[in-house]
């Protein structure tokens, strides 16, 4: 089992930055991949930055030189430093974790809210 916590979502106006953080229950070494996912309301979920244990990273467009994805092995914490927001970028943010065991296990944490005022 892994248990995600994130923190650092907020309100803040355009151009803004914020930075998220998940806090992982075990060494981030053990996970495949960990990062994140955001939803927007009436849209499906989608992969904003995930980063894997060779810390190669995987950004979506709509994101690239916005976003930053970094994570502190010795705190088994990822970041994503979010700025220039945008309104768009509007949307619950969601810490996903995934560890191939015997079965691949797929961990969420309880999401945090980005609002991005225009």
């Known amino acids: 089992q892994v248990q995600l916590v994130e923190s650092g979502g907020g309100l803040v106006q355009a151009g803004g930055s914020l930075r998220l953080s998940c806090a992982a229950s075990r060494s981030t070494f053990s996970l495949d991949t960990i990062g994140w996912y955001r939803q927007a309301p009436g849209k499906q979920r989608e992969l904003v930055a995930t980063?894997?244990?060779?810390?190669?990273?995987n950004v979506a467009d709509s994101v690239k030189g916005r976003f930053t994805i970094s994570r502190d092995n010795a705190k088994n914490t990822v970041y994503l430093q979010m700025n220039s927001l945008k309104p768009e970028d509007t949307a619950v943010y969601y810490c996903?974790?995934?560890?191939?065991?015997?079965?691949?296990?797929?961990?969420w944490g309880q999401g945090t809210q980005v609002t991005v005022s225009s």
């Open positions: 996903n974790a995934v560890r191939s065991t015997v079965i691949i296990e797929d961990y």
């Open positions: 980063i894997a244990r060779g810390d190669s990273a």
